[in-house]
């Protein structure tokens, strides 16, 4: 079965500073990998996805992620964190079948 | 942007009460999906559903889950006899090539 592991439950910046947000999975065939944000009292909403194409995936406000298949990663960084960017972020991976498997959660918390 | 909606935010009842929480999923998706996340714990998956049939569904999907899409753009579920811990945010998501999500129903079950 697919998993994923957020390794930091929550992350403290400072604004204007680099976001990192850890992300190892588990897949037994080679993954579709998503990651997803939500703001508070808002739903989830699709930052970025790996689907085999590029390592390298560019998402919205700013956000990439790497997927390296020797380290089962796909962290999740941003070069200036902005105030905005407070939200909890899930790593996300599709099984088959299609449904997603959610990691725990990091709450990115970002300071002025 | 078509968007998931899903209704109502909020909803508050007494144990052993149905409920029924209500989604619109996207126009043109076919893929429909239910999710939850309890407080404090991981988004979880409840049950999929394609050409009007469930196609997979959690252990968490038991007897006291169903649900139904009535006519040609809701989607539903219905919990029949709830219990304090259904408490939680209740996701509906559709898919066409992507997940898309609706903004949530919380459940509060007193």
């Known amino acids: 079965a697919q998993s994923v592991t957020q390794l930091d439950s929550h992350v403290s910046v400072s604004e204007g500073t680099p976001v990192l947000l850890r992300c190892n999975y588990s897949?037994?065939?080679?993954?579709?990998l998503f990651w997803y944000v939500q703001h508070p009292n808002k739903g989830l909403q699709l930052l970025l996805k790996?689907?085999?194409?590029?390592?390298l995936v560019k998402g919205i406000n700013g956000f990439e992620a790497e997927f390296k298949k020797s380290e089962t990663s796909f962290h999740l960084t941003k070069p200036s964190a902005h105030m905005s960017d407070a939200a909890e972020y899930f790593c996300?991976?599709?099984?088959?079948?299609?449904?997603?498997?959610f990691g725990a959660g990091t709450i990115l918390r970002v300071k002025s | 942007e078509p968007e998931v909606t899903q209704t109502p935010s909020h909803q508050v009842t007494q144990m052993g009460q149905e409920v029924i929480l209500r989604c619109v999923p996207i126009?043109?998706?076919?893929?429909f999906y239910w999710y939850r996340q309890i407080l404090g714990q991981k988004v979880e998956f409840l049950v999929s559903?394609?050409?009007?049939?469930?196609?997979?569904k959690s252990e968490i999907f038991d007897d006291q889950f169903s649900v139904e899409r009535p006519d040609g753009s809701n989607f539903t579920l219905k919990i029949r006899s709830t219990k304090l811990e259904d408490s939680a945010m209740y996701f509906c998501?559709?898919?066409?090539?992507?997940?898309?999500f609706g903004n949530g129903t919380r459940l509060t079950v007193t």
């Open positions: 998501a559709s898919r066409g090539p992507l997940s898309h």
């Open positions: 897949s037994s065939y080679s993954p579709s």
């Open positions: 790996y689907t085999s194409a590029a390592t």
């Open positions: 996300v991976v599709s099984d088959k079948g299609n449904k997603l498997v």
């Open positions: 126009s043109n998706h076919l893929y």
């Open positions: 559903f394609y050409n009007n049939e469930i196609s997979e």
